[in-house]
């Protein structure tokens, strides 16, 4: 079920036009691309959002053990502009953590948004050497840390033409990227297997 958009960089709820799904209107930032996202995921609703989107829906392949995709958002209807994954499961150095991976045209926020960034895009944050990095549906991807809060962690870098984000809690998650992850692009293949889990607690920006 697909509930109430919301704005892709601060997770606020929106003035939306009727008639108009393509943008609405947000007290802080203006007008937005609307950020939609599911109230309980299934493997329909991947399926439904990946079959005509503009850009990758990203899982780690495999998905590390215990853990499960546990949110799905988009933006931009039809054809989705940015896909947002959640995936939760234990944390490399104990505990719980949350994983949110991005896939996103420039422009839209919407990693800025998790990671905390004030602009749309993370311009001159991108310096010097990479920190990390994962191989998306077999492309190498460097990833570059930016600066957020203490809470996460946030790594960007390009992938197939668009920007790809990570954003983990806590910060010590970001030990997931100790080893090169492997990335599966689900509009390629949505296997029925897939684990699924209770919705994130950090699948809005803002959140």
């Not at 920007?163 to 806590?170: A, G, K, R, S």
């Amino acid at each position: 079920m697909s509930a109430s958009p919301v704005c892709p960089r601060c997770g606020e709820p929106l003035v939306v036009r009727p008639g108009d799904s393509a943008v609405a209107w947000c007290h802080v930032h203006g007008a937005v691309t609307p950020l939609h996202h599911t109230t309980l995921i299934a493997h329909d609703a991947i399926a439904a959002v990946t079959a005509d989107a503009r850009v990758p829906a990203w899982v780690p392949d495999p998905v590390p053990p215990g853990w499960s995709v546990t949110g799905l958002a988009w933006g931009g209807e039809p054809g989705a502009r940015a896909i947002v994954v959640g995936c939760a499961g234990p944390a490399p150095l104990g505990g719980s953590a949350e994983l949110v991976l991005v896939a996103e045209e420039p422009g839209m926020g919407v990693g800025c948004g998790y990671a905390g960034l004030p602009g749309l895009d993370p311009g001159d944050v991108i310096t010097g050497p990479s920190s990390a990095s994962v191989e998306a549906a077999g492309q190498h991807a460097p990833l570059w840390a930016v600066p957020t809060s203490d809470d996460r962690a946030a790594f960007v870098g390009e992938a197939f033409g668009v920007w790809l984000w990570l954003v983990m809690w806590p910060m010590s998650a970001a030990w997931l990227l100790a080893e090169e992850m492997r990335l599966l692009d689900l509009r390629e293949r949505l296997y029925p297997d897939l684990p699924l889990g209770p919705p994130s607690e950090h699948l809005l920006p803002g959140d």
